[in-house]
């Protein structure tokens, strides 16, 4: 789909959710491109979280995102629930736009 985006001149948003299928549509978008770029620019929705090896790989296909993110300063998933509410907010961004940045970032 991406490639045929691409002939047409067409952006492509694709919805993925895991770290499986934003590596799908990556090597999809990277395939699209190989066979020449167009200008172009497809976009992944619904990005949860992905490894840091994946999100460079979303700046260097140039691959187009908007966030709507919460980093916290510990791993809410690991942390226990009672001290949850007390977890401090680094940064939180909405739109793609940061709406709270932590002095110490």
């Not at 789909?1 to 919805?15: F, K, L, N």
């Not at 934003?22 to 395939?31: A, G, Q, Y």
Request: charged content about 30%; cysteine-free.
């Amino acid at each position: 789909m991406a490639d045929r985006g691409r002939r047409a001149q067409v952006p492509t948003a694709t919805h993925a959710i895991g770290d499986a299928a934003v590596r799908h549509v990556l090597d999809t978008v990277e395939k699209a491109l190989a066979t020449g770029d167009g200008g172009v620019r497809h976009r992944v929705e619904q990005i949860e979280t992905v490894p840091d090896d994946t999100l460079r790989r979303i700046g260097e296909e140039r691959v187009g995102h908007r966030a709507d993110l919460t980093v916290f300063a510990d791993n809410p998933l690991t942390t226990p629930s009672t001290d949850l509410p007390r977890l401090p907010v680094l940064l939180t961004v909405l739109d793609g736009r940061p709406t709270h940045r932590d002095a110490g970032l």
